[in-house]
């Protein structure tokens, strides 16, 4: 009957948002800045989508190697539109540049590029220094403490959403427009961006998945990480051009 079907359709909505305080919301974060303090190294997949001098850009899947000291990385990009592009960073080896070739038959030209060039910048809203678990963490945390000392903006309970396969819980915190940050580069005292969904990984604690999109709902940045292993012993061969698994 057309009730049974209306009663069916019912079930395959989402769950509504529920208004939830600061204070419930802090605790969550907070559990994922103190697991973050424990890791010294990870591997994962990552996924990101970035609007960049206002393109949204494809998305892209990277393999991730990553130690925090000293701070290392390491990435391979796994699809297109950049499969089989590797870069590779180590503070204070290489002048502190980038090693970088892209896929295909330009992979035989390894470049070194500035952190900080128009090169290694032109598809990216981060550098090199900002990548990994530990920048979402940290953004999430200093815009929560803003919140907490100003008491504005509202914070919701979207409860549980499959992010890239993996079950997370997500919330949402929405900031005044006129207290946002109007660019990528910093404004003293101004929230990183509108509004934020963070998706924690209840086995872990980390917030594995966050999206930043304007007051208005333009998405600004998508990250997600998955398959991550933490804490997995890499050494400086995970880190070396030379090592047999790379193409530098």
Request: proline share 4%.
């Amino acid at each position: 009957s057309l009730v049974t079907l209306i009663l069916f359709i019912g079930t395959l909505s989402p769950a509504s948002a529920k208004e939830i305080t600061i204070d419930e919301l802090e605790p969550l974060v907070e559990r994922g800045v103190k697991v973050w303090a424990g890791v010294k190294d990870y591997t994962a997949t990552f996924v990101k989508q970035e609007n960049v001098k206002g393109d949204l850009l494809e998305k892209e899947a990277v393999f991730m190697k990553h130690r925090v000291k000293p701070r290392s990385v390491y990435m391979k990009w796994t699809q297109d539109p950049h499969e089989g592009r590797e870069t590779l960073f180590v503070e204070g080896k290489n002048d502190n540049e980038i090693k970088a070739h892209e896929g295909g038959l330009l992979g035989v030209v390894n470049v070194n590029l500035d952190p900080y060039g128009n090169m290694a910048r032109k598809e990216n809203r981060h550098t090199v220094y900002q990548a990994g678990i530990g920048t979402t963490v940290a953004l999430v945390a200093t815009d929560l403490k803003r919140a907490r000392e100003r008491n504005e903006g509202t914070f919701e309970d979207l409860g549980m959403k499959s992010i890239e396969g993996l079950q997370m819980h997500c919330y949402k915190a929405t900031f005044p427009d006129a207290e946002v940050k109007k660019s990528v580069k910093a404004q003293k005292g101004k929230y990183y961006s509108g509004n934020i969904q963070i998706c924690m990984d209840p086995a872990s604690g980390l917030p594995l998945s966050i999206e930043h999109r304007t007051a208005g709902g333009k998405l600004l940045e998508y990250y997600a990480y998955k398959n991550v292993k933490l804490n997995v012993g890499l050494t400086d061969k995970d880190f070396d051009p030379d090592n047999d698994d790379y193409r530098f």
